[in-house]
């Protein structure tokens, strides 16, 4: 007599179950460090820094808050939105983790994460100099420029998201790295430094390339982004092409 057959599972499958456990975990350890991250950043007395806009000059400080607000807008929406791979209509909660995610969280932390980490391994003075040391915690230091590149790529392979219109997802990211540079500009018209000393160092000519670099390299990352969620949720991709038909 022949035995019926059984579905079985693929080696690489896991339970929704175990799915929307993880990504509670992750969403909730990420949100409690991060916020905890940007508390004790904002009261740090750093020394010799210009006092004026305090903490919000730093893009550290700003990726730092857009993560903690990233993944407190993932955890409420494990609560009362969708994790679905390709809802018909999501909500707004989830249409706005997505667009956050794509657009600003991940090319923002990776830039952030790979530029520090950059000029730190060239020179450190010119951008975390050893004066820094007795106040700022090397823990910390690790929360605002290791660990939001760890998270973000954690997010990237456990959380599905639909990117939107390329167009618009490179406008918006354009958008905030161009108030950003104008943001640094006021900085040092009104205080008469530079945020970062390795702008010191720079005459004209090459501030202007590092800016353009800088700027060149983050819109890079977004296509990076772009590119990784599509090929890591190939599947899902093409099921929510289809729904969208």
């Known amino acids: 007599m022949a035995k019926p057959k059984t579905k079985s599972k693929s080696k690489g499958s896991t339970s929704p179950g175990f799915n929307?456990?993880?990504q509670l975990v992750l969403h909730l350890t990420a949100v409690l460090?991060?916020?905890y991250g940007v508390y004790i950043f904002h009261n740090i007395q750093m020394p010799n820094t210009v006092p004026f806009a305090g903490k919000f000059k730093f893009l550290t400080f700003i990726c730092?808050?857009?993560q903690a607000l990233y993944y407190i807008v993932s955890l409420v929406n494990d609560f009362v939105?969708?994790?679905e791979l390709a809802p018909k209509r999501p909500p707004a909660i989830r249409q706005?983790?997505?667009w956050l995610m794509a657009t600003l969280a991940f090319p923002v932390a990776l830039n952030v994460g790979v530029t520090f980490w950059s000029l730190y391994a060239i020179d450190r003075e010119l951008v975390f100099p050893k004066a820094l040391d007795p106040v700022f915690p090397s823990w910390l230091n690790h929360i605002l420029h290791t660990n939001i590149v760890v998270f973000i790529v954690l997010e990237l392979f456990t959380?599905?998201?639909?990117?939107?219109?390329?167009?618009?997802?490179l406008t918006g990211l354009t958008v905030f790295m161009g108030a950003y540079l104008v943001w640094i500009h006021i900085v040092k018209h009104y205080s008469g430094v530079w945020v970062y000393p390795v702008l010191e160092v720079l005459q004209l000519p090459q501030r202007i390339v590092f800016f353009v670099t800088v700027i060149g390299?983050?819109?890079a990352l977004y296509l990076v982004g772009e590119f990784l969620n599509n090929t890591v949720w190939a599947k899902e991709v093409k099921l929510a092409k289809r729904k969208s038909n």
């Open 33 to 35: 460090q991060f916020s």
């Open 217 to 219: 390299f983050t819109l």
């Open 64 to 66: 730092a808050i857009i």
């Open 96 to 98: 706005f983790k997505d």
């Open 20 to 22: 929307k456990a993880v």
């Open 159 to 169: 959380s599905y998201r639909a990117y939107p219109k390329r167009s618009k997802g």
């Open 81 to 83: 939105g969708t994790n």
